[in-house]
């Protein structure tokens, strides 16, 4: 089966002169969950324009089910949601009629209880006469999502959705989206939030500057670059780290009275917690005596700030 989106050498330079995107390269497969992370003006809604036939690409193929975007535009496209970054919509349409008409926009016939169970799971359906302007902003983000889901698409684009929103919005927001994923839906976010990305995809791609860094599993990310770092409390500072410490990456710091470990992550893979476990073996058989444990496992935000560091320098 075909990947259900093939990004390739994807280059965007906007008239100004400014390159968005630096020959991307991303594929993403039925089903999953993929946040697409980076900082404000990495190039995010450029490339979910590009592939939504808003932003016309420089150069570069995107192929979705398998088939030429460029080619089969029409047709490809009624099979693919987005939820703009921008709220751009009808203000003086009522709900119900809004979100309804974003289906025949698409070719598709009328599907009125469809739209209630959208607009129910969306907490929308009290709404449903009200016109779009008289709603409060996180409301209207609603909007947006349903009439993004009206078509039924397999495919969907969420940009930064939860921007600006509540946090019960936005917990809200990810309970949607899991439930799409249940349904079979294949989900793309764009998110500046770490904690987004973590909590809710499946593969993160890090995004600076119109180039993606790095993709992987969640999981995999964080135990390939995740670090430990524990710092022990000696009872009595020491002036320098003793020859049974040597194997370990530790050094002092403080007036000697703290051993800084720091470990785990590059090829050994999520080691540093054990590797800490017998470091205090070692120093309890030296019998050096400490008096407290501190120990940290890096984070996704931890390794996006990192990468984006190696990037700027
Ligand atoms: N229509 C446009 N014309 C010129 N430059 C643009 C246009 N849209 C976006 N850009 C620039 O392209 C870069 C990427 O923008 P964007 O894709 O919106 O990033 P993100 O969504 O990650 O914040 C930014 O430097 C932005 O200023
Ligand atoms: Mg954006």
Same mark, same amino acid.
């Not at 987005?82 to 025949?104: C, I």
């Not at 078509?151 to 990810?174: N, Q, S």
């Not at 500057?209 to 135990?223: N, P, R, Y």
């Not at 407290?292 to 700027?312: G, K």
């Given at each position: 089966?075909?990947?259900?989106?093939?990004?390739?050498?994807?280059? =965007?330079?906007?008239?100004?002169?400014?390159?968005?995107? =630096?020959?991307?390269?991303?594929? !993403?497969? =039925?089903?999953?969950?993929?946040?697409? @992370?980076?900082?404000?003006?990495?190039?995010?809604?450029?490339?979910? %324009?590009?592939?939504?036939?808003?932003?016309?690409?420089?150069?570069?193929?995107?192929?979705?089910?398998?088939?030429?975007?460029?080619?089969?535009?029409?047709?490809?496209?009624?099979?693919?949601?987005?939820?703009?970054?921008?709220?751009?919509?009808?203000?003086?349409?009522?709900?119900?009629?809004?979100?309804?008409?974003?289906?025949?926009?698409?070719?598709?016939?009328?599907?009125?209880?469809?739209?209630?169970?959208?607009?129910?799971?969306?907490?929308?359906?009290?709404?449903?006469?009200? /016109?779009?302007?008289?709603?409060?902003?996180?409301? =209207?983000?609603?909007? #947006?999502?349903?009439?993004?889901?009206?078509?039924?698409?397999?495919?969907?684009?969420?940009?930064?959705?939860?921007? *600006?929103?509540?946090?019960?919005?936005?917990?809200?927001?990810?309970?949607?989206?899991?439930? #799409?994923?249940?349904?079979?839906?294949?989900?793309?976010?764009?998110?500046?939030?770490?904690?987004?990305?973590?909590?809710?995809?499946?593969?993160?791609?890090?995004?600076?500057?119109?180039?993606? @860094?790095?993709?992987?599993?969640? /999981?995999?990310?964080?135990?390939?670059?995740?670090?430990?770092?524990?710092? !022990?409390?000696?009872?009595?500072?020491?002036?320098?780290?003793?020859?049974?410490?040597?194997?370990?990456?530790?050094?002092?710091? *403080? /007036? %000697?009275?703290?051993?800084?470990?720091? %470990?785990?992550? %590059?090829?050994?893979?999520?080691? *540093?917690?054990?590797?800490?476990?017998?470091?205090?073996?070692?120093?309890?058989?030296?019998?050096?005596?400490?008096?407290?444990?501190?120990?940290?496992?890096?984070? #996704?935000?931890?390794?996006?700030?990192? #990468?984006?560091?190696?990037?700027?320098?």
């Amino acid at each position: 089966m075909p990947s259900i989106l093939e990004i390739s050498g994807l280059t =965007k330079t906007y008239p100004g002169g400014l390159t968005a995107l =630096k020959n991307v390269d991303l594929t !993403i497969e =039925k089903g999953e969950i993929f946040a697409l @992370l980076g900082p404000n003006g990495a190039g995010k809604t450029t490339l979910i %324009g590009a592939v939504c036939g808003l932003v016309r690409p420089t150069s570069g193929t995107i192929l979705a089910f398998g088939e030429d975007m460029g080619s089969h535009w029409r047709r490809l496209r009624a099979r693919i949601g987005l939820v703009p970054q921008e709220l751009a919509t009808d203000m003086f349409e009522p709900v119900l009629r809004s979100v309804s008409q974003s289906r025949g926009l698409f070719g598709l016939p009328p599907a009125p209880a469809r739209i209630e169970e959208i607009l129910r799971a969306l907490s929308l359906w009290d709404k449903r006469d009200a /016109q779009v302007r008289t709603l409060s902003g996180g409301m =209207k983000r609603r909007v #947006l999502i349903a009439k993004a889901l009206a078509h039924e698409p397999e495919l969907l684009f969420l940009d930064e959705p939860t921007a *600006g929103v509540d946090v019960e919005l936005r917990r809200d927001m990810w309970r949607q989206i899991a439930l #799409l994923r249940e349904r079979g839906t294949t989900v793309i976010l764009t998110t500046h939030y770490i904690e987004e990305a973590e909590e809710m995809a499946d593969r993160v791609g890090i995004i600076n500057k119109g180039e993606i @860094l790095m993709v992987d599993h969640k /999981q995999a990310m964080m135990e390939r670059l995740g670090r430990t770092e524990a710092l !022990i409390t000696l009872a009595r500072p020491l002036g320098a780290v003793p020859e049974v410490l040597a194997a370990f990456p530790v050094s002092l710091t *403080g /007036q %000697g009275d703290v051993l800084c470990y720091r %470990g785990g992550g %590059g090829e050994g893979g999520a080691a *540093g917690t054990t590797e800490v476990a017998e470091l205090t073996k070692a120093l309890t058989r030296a019998g050096i005596d400490y008096t407290a444990i501190d120990i940290h496992e890096s984070s #996704l935000e931890d390794i996006f700030v990192t #990468l984006l560091e190696a990037d700027a320098a």
